[in-house]
Each structure stands twice: as C-alpha cells, then as structure tokens.
C-alpha cells in the first residue's frame, strides 16, 4: 500500500522498492521474497488490479538485495492510498523487463557508443563529445586553434523534479586559466569553476564559493528543483547547498565545458550516467505490506471434442486420461504444457476413466462396455456388462489388473497375459448395482460398493513361485 502525498495527487510517479531474497518481515519500503531469483530477474510489478504490468528499473543488486524504482500509475492526494503487487518465483520468468526509459523522463548510461537522440549538442570546431568506454566525454582542449567549447543539453521536465548523476571533472586543464564545467542549468547559473589558474575548481553559485570540487573522480549528483521556491544541490561530500536566489521552472540535465563561441576557456569532463525523474517535495509514504499469495499459472490449455466428462491421472508418469461425451483422450503433460495427444472416437454414454502409471493401459466406461486402451490410444480390449458401466479401476502400479461395475449388479476382473490379451478374469453373481470401485496399487485389493450400501473388499493371494503377479480371489 502507498499513502498518497499532501502536495497532492501524482502520476506515473516513481516509488523505491527494495527486495531482499531472504526470511524477514517486509515493512516500509523493504519486501522480502526468499523464493525469488538470485538475480531478481523475476520480479514484476503490476496496478492495483495485479494484471497490468507497470514500468520499473532494476538500478542495483548488491548480494541478496535488490533496488527498484517503480513507475505507480496513479497515487491519490494524501490521505488517500493506491496499491500495488509484486511477483516473484515464476520458471518462466528468466530475465528482467527493467525498462528505465520508462520509468526517468531522462535516462542514460551511456554504454551502447551512440549519443542518443534525448540530447541536443552544440559545439566549437575543436570540441569534443563522445560516447567512449560506457561515459559521454565532453572536452575542450587547451592549445586548440579555435574554439573549443562542447554544451549537451537535455529535454525539460516541468515542474518539481530530481536529478541524480555521476560526473568527473578531470585535472586535465586545471592548471590553465578559466576552466568552466556546467552539470545542470538554472538560469544561466549554477557552475563548476577554476579560481582564475587555481587548482582547485570551486562551486560558483551567484558569486564564488569556498566549495572545492573533488577531481579525477567519479562524484555523484543529486539536484532537488521546486519552481519557484528553491534549488538543493548535493555534491557527494564537497557541498549540499540550497538556493532561493535561482529557481529553475523545471529539471534539466545541462554538460558544458570551455565556453562555446569563445576561446581560452577549458575543460575535460566524464559522465557515467544521468536521471531525471518527477519528484514531490513530500513524497508518497509506504504503508503495510499485504500477505504473500501463491499464484498458479496454467501450463497450457487445450480444447477438446464433446463435453469433458471424467479425468484421472496416475500416481507417476506423464499422461492423463479424458472421457468425453465424443472421445476418449490419452494426453501427455510436459514441463511446457499440453504434448501429444492420442484419441479414439467413440459413441455411447461415458461414465468413468481410470489411468495407469506412465500411461500403461486405460480403462473406461461407456455405456453398456468396459473397454481397454494402450498408452498410444489403442484399444486392446473390450467387454459388453449387463448395464451401464459406470464405475473402473485399475491397478496403478503396472497396468495388469483393471475392474469394471456395472448397474446389473456385477464386478468385472480382467487381467492380461503373457502374449499382451486382455481377457476376463473373473465375473461376480448379481446384486445390486455397483456404484464403486477402488483397486490397490498392484491389484492385490479391490473394494466394491453397492447402491444398497453393502462394501465388499477381496483380498488377493499372490502364488509368487509359480505365478508371479497373478491373482486368485479368496
């Protein structure tokens, strides 16, 4: 849950999360999810409806904890609240859809060689920018025979806004006159500076500071505009300072070395990269974190001929067995969902399926027949009851024994011999109607219920010398 802003309602607003892939008690802005990858490439974020996707930036991972700024579509004024959900833990979700040019109104960290089209360049004839070694260089030589002046400008954001960046201004030129480094533009101003040939750049804010400017290291920037009212600007360590007296209408990233047009100003300096994104004074809070649910997603789905009647699966392997009112179905299930598919069509009524491990054999009722598919939907056997079959088993464990009840008041046994026959193995008198039937898992048991209530349980007796896996009712 986020609790909205009293500077108002926010859109497409980023929000940090951060996840920790490990046991704890997510609270504030700090979600734990021991079950996600090592490298968070499965996380997603969705709207308050848990379905649509919503843009996020995967900015760090650092061990077993991760940073996000998420894109919220929309954040009511406080005391209101919105709610987002996260997910984890999906197989299929092996790589990160973290697109942060959807979540900055500027963003770049300049590792692909090319300055991108967000950036408008001007420059003297002996300036340099480029895009080398995953920064954007901006240099104005000294002892050029023009001028050298190089200014990358950016889009406007209006309105409030942050920018984070990680800059270098290096000593190349810090011992000749004027160096001039520009990071962001507020009216002309603010700007990085030597002090006339010193060799420490000083910050220059409507007149020279005592701030030195760290050099030949990468120091990031994070600048905070209200328009209007002020300007906080956070140097690393070298200064946080904040001005009333320029007040920018709006962010903009603004790189800027020597002077364009002009000669003997001087610069060298390295981008790593750039953000810039909405921002409220009095930001959205994060408020409880609701309890962890399982998802199930579906591995396939498949349509089939007629209405599905019955199901059954067995203990191990990979096929299940479908009765519908038209076919009888023989499917395998894979890691990726439904794979091949063997049918028989058929006519009559079907009642009831049953599977054995690994797809053995099958056996279903339909109608007034009891009949036997192999694995590959095959049938290799059949017999005609006095009714309607509505009930069979089958014995799990190989596939040799299977049953079939029926409504004129008979079990029916059958088992298969050595040549692969399935055969009649044993018919019982009548009673009344068999409505159950449940077989052990190598047929050593079978339990039939009857609509009078009556259960009758046979236990086998296994002749293993002689005749190993057969079965003589007692």
Not at 3 to 19: C, F, H, K, Q, R
Not at 205 to 221: E, Q, R
Not at 287 to 298: D, H, K, L, Q, R
Request: net charge negative; with cysteine.
């Amino acid at each position: 849950t986020i609790a909205g802003s009293t500077d108002g309602a926010l859109t497409n607003y980023p929000v940090e999360i951060t996840v920790i892939r490990g046991a704890g008690s997510s609270t504030g802005s700090t979600l734990y999810a021991p079950e996600c990858r090592a490298d968070f490439a499965d996380i997603r974020f969705t709207a308050a409806d848990g379905v649509t996707p919503i843009p996020y930036h995967l900015e760090s991972v650092s061990g077993s904890t991760a940073t996000f700024l998420v894109n919220v579509p929309s954040i009511p004024a406080s005391p209101g609240t919105t709610t987002i959900y996260i997910y984890w833990a999906n197989p299929a979700a092996t790589t990160t859809t973290s697109d942060p040019a959807a979540v900055y109104v500027v963003y770049d960290d300049f590792n692909d060689g090319v300055i991108g089209p967000q950036w408008s360049v001007s420059k003297d004839p002996d300036g340099i920018v480029q895009e080398t070694g995953g920064y954007l260089e901006l240099k104005s030589p000294y002892g050029t025979t023009g001028n050298n002046g190089v200014f990358v400008v950016s889009p406007k954001l209006t309105g409030a806004a942050h920018i984070e960046m990680s800059v270098k201004i290096l000593s190349t030129y810090d011992s000749k006159n004027d160096n001039r480094h520009r990071i962001f533009d507020c009216s002309g101003d603010p700007g990085i500076f030597d002090d006339f040939g010193k060799t420490v750049l000083q910050r220059h804010w409507g007149g020279y500071s005592g701030d030195a400017a760290t050099l030949d290291t990468f120091v990031k920037h994070d600048i905070y505009i209200i328009p209007g009212e002020s300007t906080r600007w956070v140097a690393g360590s070298d200064w946080d300072v904040t001005s009333t007296e320029y007040t920018c209408d709006g962010g903009i990233l603004t790189f800027n070395t020597g002077d364009v047009g002009r000669r003997n100003r001087y610069g060298h300096m390295q981008i790593d990269y750039v953000k810039m994104s909405k921002w409220t004074p009095n930001e959205p809070t994060h408020g409880a974190w609701g309890p962890v649910e399982s998802i199930v997603t579906p591995l396939g789905t498949k349509t089939l001929d007629g209405t599905i009647i019955d199901i059954d699966a067995p203990e191990t392997g990979d096929w299940v067995a479908v009765s519908t009112t038209t076919k009888t179905y023989i499917i395998e299930i894979t890691d990726s969902g439904f794979g091949t598919v063997y049918s028989a069509d058929r006519t009559g009524t079907p009642y009831d399926v049953a599977i054995a491990n690994n797809g053995a054999n099958t056996i279903e009722g339909r109608g007034i027949l009891a009949d036997i598919f192999r694995f590959d939907g095959v049938q290799t056997g059949t017999y005609t009851a006095g009714g309607p079959v509505r009930t069979v088993a089958i014995a799990q464990k190989n596939g040799l024994y299977a049953a079939a009840g029926s409504d004129d008041g008979k079990y029916y046994v059958f088992s298969k011999d050595a040549a692969s026959s399935w055969y009649l193995l044993h018919a019982s008198d009548s009673a009344s109607p068999v409505t159950a039937l449940a077989m052990s898992w190598r047929g050593e048991t079978l339990v039939v219920g009857r609509s009078d209530g009556h259960l009758v349980a046979f236990r086998a007796a296994v002749e293993e010398e002689e005749f190993p896996g057969t079965i003589r009712f007692l």
